[in-house]
Antibody
Framework: EVQLLESGGALVQPGGSLRLSCAAS????????MIWVRQAPGKGLEWVST????????YYADSVKGRFTISRDNSKNTLYLQMNSLRAEDTAVYYC???????????????WGQGTMVTVSS | EIVMTQSPASLSVSPGERATLSCRAS??????LGWYQQKPGQAPRLLIY???TRATGIPARFSGSGSGTEFTLTISSLQSEDFAVYYC?????????FGGGTKVEIK
């Protein structure tokens, strides 16, 4: 079964840092681009970042560029999101997702994790 | 940035009736358009990709159409499990962008 499992969400103070992880199983992880999407409480979906299957290409939303870093460890089938200089407006459920097509990307997101909550507050 | 605009923001429909949801892009996204369903407390689920292709396991009552800037998701006969929020998303250009969502409610 194809599965994504996020972890690492927490309550953090403004200006703080946090690293999210997403453990993947059931597919050839290194073949697919992976994505982080977030959803603020009561709001819609916002794309955050995408990384290619090899990890050699990364893309960011302007709202997180320079503060967040996406990475992956294909030997561990794990995706990461390092979040620095966190702000109140980063408060959201963070989902990891799998791109549906290989090798071309981006494409639609066919598998999603259950999400992990990040709260930025003093 | 390509802005995705969904209409209506909410839609009240009786079970068994047809629902038509619209999504408009601020510039052409070709057919690089996906539709997602999200129920309360759950992750989104991919329904349609490539504007009109149903994802694996999606019932035939869901259909997508359109290309360029105008897209439609049609649910032919609403079932109780279809009441949810629906999002469109373009993946033709960076940054990837979602519409604001359409909430389909029970009438």
């Amino acid at each position: 079964e194809v599965q994504l499992l996020e972890s690492g969400g927490a309550l953090v103070q403004p200006g703080g840092s946090l690293r999210l992880s997403c453990a993947a199983s059931g597919f050839t992880f290194s073949s697919y681009a992976m994505i982080w999407v977030r959803q603020a409480p009561g709001k819609g979906l916002e794309w955050v970042s995408t990384i290619s299957g090899s990890g050699g290409s990364t893309y960011y939303a302007d709202s997180v560029k320079g503060r967040f870093t996406i990475s992956r460890d294909n030997s561990k089938n794990t995706l990461y999101l390092q979040m620095n200089s966190l702000r109140a407006e980063d408060t959201a459920v963070y989902y990891c997702a799998k791109d549906s097509y290989t090798p071309r990307f981006p494409d639609a997101f066919d598998i999603w994790g259950q999400g992990t909550m990040v709260t930025v507050s003093s | 940035e390509i802005v995705m605009t969904q209409s209506p923001a909410s839609l009240s429909v009786s079970p068994g009736e047809r629902a038509t949801l619209s999504c408009r892009a601020s510039q052409s996204v070709s057919n690089s358009l996906g539709w997602y369903q999200q129920k309360p407390g759950q992750a989104p689920r991919l329904l349609i990709y490539g504007a009109s292709t149903r994802a694996t396991g999606i019932p035939a009552r869901f259909s997508g159409s359109g290309s360029g800037t105008e897209f439609t998701l049609t649910i032919s006969s609403l079932q109780s499990e279809d009441f949810a929020v629906y999002y469109c998303q373009q993946y033709n250009n960076w940054p990837l962008t979602f519409g604001g969502g359409t909430k389909v409610e029970i009438k």
